[in-house]
């Protein structure tokens, strides 16, 4: 039996619904991701796993008891918040000891508990410090601390890492990342940021509109989305109407829409032979631009305009307006929903 | 796309007139007539009144001497030193009372549907104007000596309402905190804005309940507002005058009431004691707010070295 | 979380505290309609009290000389201070800080301070300072500065009279006329609250009036009070009448609110417009 089981929950705000039948697992110690674009309903998920909505219909069973009408308090379920975690009239050893004060944790053991998860989270040295002192970063380590010292069984975060800067992240993505594994802790990780999940999810939940529409490791979402949603949401997807496609590949119409990753499109300037098993279509460059390590053309190819990936390796290899051939095998050419 | 060379030559001649205008400061300084009257009455009426007040405090009638004389006469008669005591301890509990209950109410406004929220801040509003004479008045027949409470005290048989006397400390403080109410809690309204829903929910994960909640972290950080409120409120007070002039007279020895008899009235005037009664009064608003500042900072220092 | 519970409690104490509040209103009112009320429940319905009170021509002086008297130093306290905001706003806004505290000390001063200081020093002195009514103006000023101030302060933040002055004299405005035909129009909506709230503070004053006006300027409260000692029944029927008029005042601070809300969010972004041109 999976260790989080969320069976027909079913949620709504007035006339809107936000979580329609959903039925999800989750297994023990693995670091899963509710991934969607804003209001697709993730946060609500795990706001309901913690206690702090209620469901309107539905059970949420946790490590085999049935947790649907216990309070946020009986429910040893920890989170932290995208921000306003920490109390600000609290330094941060009280803030990390504050649930172990409610546990009538002894102060000794206390002590050892709070300096242990402060060593953790890399924050020795910053015990008296008060929140508003600290940056955006260490106030989340805090938070994270916080949330772990009391031995919780699940680990919630709620877009912890939106309201930190860009080049902060990556960093706190490896940390929880680490924490979670050398704990072995079960996490439901909440984000609107398909990169963060590729990096440390062990299983994403895709969720459009209250539904989940797909699931599966991040290598799998991201090589096989299954709807055109998926496939616009994760990647950098060039999704191409159905019908549309067909006229450019001379087959006939298929009632799916396509998918192709920009990386999987080759582009050369002479003439390609012909190959079985790939598509050769003939464009124009519209425009490029880099991104990263990666070059971006855009490529005009019948009457449409599709995104071909190049890596940078040396300086850009096609000008604006030239005309080019842009090979894409067959495989790579994805139907969705 | 905007022409670029019509964007170029219209940024040119904005800055020349904006030149032309930091020049134009520079050169002619009329404008400063605008803010005559406003100097005027802030020199005649406000400032002038106030220093006057303050060095008429520190003279001999008559003579124009130095003197802390003034001062020394307030604690050396008893209806003076009366007034101080009166005027210090009905403030302070008026504003005690007042305070707990603006919490209670401001926080039951924080946590309800906007509906009712509304509708209890339209009756605050409302009733906050009900003031001096009037509140005074209606009090006087509520539970004055013919009261209404009074009656229905007699008639039930409850001797606590057949025998409350409305003409005293406790008359006062009763009146007092009933102007305190609306006043407070919409002060302490916005003060609950700053309270953060996350940390409640962090609270209740943690395993805290409501009152854990308050005492650890809801009270903690509406101190300053909390404080900050109680200060208006006993300022509101001890300066108050309606009220105790319509419901006591002079017959309750309170500050506001002493000071204007030494101006006005059939009374003698004491021009000079007066402005030191005054003064006083200052004084006491002054010294709560000071008070309550070091209150908020000892608060806070207590805070920080928690957990060594 | 206990939610049903905590919306109970929470509507108990707002129910109490409402009932607390209204209760000397609604008795006064109560009063001001029966002729007798010594044992429990009141004997003798009657609108006498207010027929004769409308009927008193001594009544309307009182009343009028207190709306006059609310009015005017409202007028020219904002009329003052709007000026004086001109210099702070296009020439030297360093000196807003200086505004302020002159504009937050007589929140302290309270009223009888206030009365008692301004008196001492000009009674004695010639015409026209010991005018007592000239007093009272001028006093009333002073005790509403701070509130029109802030009115004025958050109008001029919240339109961002900065950016639309700039704006008015790139399109050639001189600066006082840019102030006084662009920035004021929109500061009128603005004040409007603190206006009327001035207003219906003076309206309720007794402390100044008593002490400065005394004799030469009775005003309503003051008739009130001394009617205090004549008739209680009339007293009562008289406070129902000046309540009404302060509710009226504020009633209109509130619609004009909710209007200012909306027109304060527009012209920010008429301003934000003008400004990308």
């Not at chain 1, 069984?153 to 860009?166: C, N, Q, R, Y």
């Not at chain 2, 006057?52 to 405090?57: A, P």
Request: hydrophobic share 45%.
């Amino acid at each position: 039996m999976a260790f989080i089981q969320f069976e027909h929950i079913t949620k709504r705000f007035g006339r809107n619904t936000v979580l329609d039948d959903i039925n999800l697992d989750v297994e023990k110690g693995k670091l899963v991701t509710l991934l969607g674009p804003s209001g697709c309903g993730k946060s609500t998920l795990l706001r309901c796993l913690a206690g702090l909505e209620n469901p309107d219909g539905g059970r949420i069973i946790l490590d085999g008891e049935d947790i649907t009408n216990r309070q946020p308090s009986e429910r040893k379920v920890s989170m932290v918040f995208q921000q306003y975690s920490l109390f600000p009239n609290m330094n941060v050893f009280d803030n990390i000891a504050f649930g172990l004060k409610i546990q009538k944790i002894p102060q000794k053991q206390l002590r050892t508990m709070v300096e242990e998860m402060m060593a953790m989270v890399e924050l020795q040295g910053k015990e008296h410090a008060l929140p508003r002192h600290l940056s955006g970063g260490q106030q989340q380590r805090v938070a994270l601390a916080r949330s772990l010292v009391t031995r919780p069984k699940v680990l919630l975060l709620d877009e912890p890492l939106s309201a930190i800067d860009a080049k902060l992240r990556k960093s706190l993505q490896h940390r929880i990342q680490q924490i979670q594994r050398e704990l072995n802790i079960t996490c439901v990780f909440v984000t609107h940021d398909q990169d963060e999940a590729i990096l440390m999810s062990d299983i994403i939940h895709l969720m459009n509109q209250g539904t989940v529409e797909q699931s599966g490791a991040p290598i799998e979402l991201y090589t096989s989305p299954k709807t055109s949603f998926a496939a616009s949401f994760i990647g950098n997807y060039n999704v191409l109407d159905g019908a549309a496609f067909a006229k450019l590949v001379g087959e006939p119409a298929k009632p799916n829409d396509v998918a192709i990753r920009p990386e999987t499109i080759n582009l050369t300037l002479e003439a390609p032979q012909m190959q079985p098993d790939a598509y050769v279509l003939s464009g124009e460059i519209m425009e490029f631009s880099p991104h990263g390590n990666v070059i971006r053309y855009t490529v005009r190819v019948g009457e449409q305009d599709i995104h071909a990936d190049a890596l940078f390796r040396s300086f850009k290899l096609f000008q604006t307006g030239q005309k080019v051939y842009a090979i894409v095998e067959k495989r790579n050419c994805l139907p969705v929903m | 796309m905007l022409n670029e060379q019509a964007l170029a030559s219209a940024n040119q001649s904005s800055i020349q007139t904006l030149q032309r205008f930091n020049g134009f400061r520079a050169k002619r300084r009329t404008y400063l007539l605008a803010l005559l009257p406003f100097i005027v009455l802030i020199i005649t009426y406000e400032l002038a009144p106030l220093m006057t007040m303050v060095i008429r405090s520190f003279l001999t009638p008559k003579t124009g001497e130095f003197t802390f004389a003034n001062y020394a006469a307030i604690f050396q008669k008893k209806l003076y030193r009366d007034a101080v005591f009166n005027s210090l301890s009905l403030s302070l509990f008026s504003a005690g009372i007042g305070i707990v209950i603006a919490f209670f109410g401001a926080k039951a406004i924080y946590e309800s549907t906007l509906k009712r929220r509304n509708t209890f801040m339209s009756i605050l509003n409302m009733t906050s104007n009900f003031a001096g004479v009037p509140l005074a008045f209606s009090y006087i027949i509520l539970l004055g000596n013919a009261g209404v409470l009074i009656h229905l005290g007699r008639h039930f048989g409850i001797s606590f309402l057949e025998n409350y006397n409305l003409y005293s400390f406790s008359g006062l403080v009763l009146v007092y905190v009933y102007f305190q109410i609306p006043l407070g809690t919409m002060l302490m309204v916005p003060a609950f804005q700053g309270l953060k829903q996350e940390w409640r929910e962090a609270v209740s994960l943690l395993g805290g309940g409501s009152v854990r909640y308050w005492f650890k972290v809801g009270l903690p950080v509406l101190l300053p507002s909390l404080l900050g409120t109680f200060s208006v409120l006993f300022s509101n007070a001890v300066a108050a005058y309606a009220t105790a002039y319509a419901l006591l007279g002079g017959n309750f020895s309170l500050l506001p009431i002493r000071i204007s008899e030494q101006f006005v009235g059939d009374v003698l005037q004491r021009k000079e004691f007066g402005s030191a009664l005054a003064v006083m009064l200052m004084v006491l608003m002054v010294g709560v707010t000071i008070l309550s500042n070091w209150l908020l900072k000892r608060a806070g220092q207590q805070r920080s070295t928690y957990g060594k | 979380m206990a939610n049903r519970g905590k919306q109970k409690l929470n509507l108990t104490i707002m129910v109490l505290l409402s009932a607390y509040l209204i209760l000397p209103l609604g008795l006064t009112f109560l009063y001001s309609l029966f002729q007798e009320w010594t044992s429990m429940l009141p004997t003798g319905f009657t609108l006498r009290y207010y027929v004769d009170l409308f009927q008193d021509p001594g009544f309307y002086l009182p009343i009028l000389r207190t709306l006059i008297i609310s009015t005017v130093p409202v007028l020219l306290c904002t009329a003052i201070t709007i000026l004086a905001m001109y210099v702070i706003v296009v020439h030297h806004p360093k000196w807003q800080k200086y505004m302020q505290i002159f504009c937050t000390i007589p929140y302290s001063l309270q009223g009888v301070i206030l009365a008692i200081s301004i008196l001492a020093l000009y009674s004695g002195l010639p015409l026209p300072f010991s005018d007592r009514i000239a007093m009272l103006v001028c006093t009333y000023c002073i005790l509403i500065l701070p509130y029109i101030y802030r009115g004025i302060q958050n109008s001029l933040n919240a339109i961002n009279a900065r950016q639309l002055i700039e704006a008015a004299m790139l399109l050639g405005y001189k600066p006082l006329a840019a102030y006084l035909r662009v920035v004021v129009p929109n500061l009128l909506s603005g004040i409007t609250v603190s206006f009327l709230l001035s207003v219906s503070l003076l309206f309720g004053d007794f402390v100044v009036v008593n002490i400065i006006g005394g004799s030469y300027y009775p005003t309503a409260q003051m008739y009130l009070y001394k009617m205090m000692f004549r008739s209680g029944q009339q007293t009562s029927a008289m406070i129902v009448i000046l309540f009404a008029l302060t509710l009226l005042i504020s009633a209109g601070v509130l619609v004009l609110q909710q209007r200012n809300k909306k027109s304060v969010a527009h012209k920010q972004e008429v301003a934000d417009g003008f400004h990308t041109i």
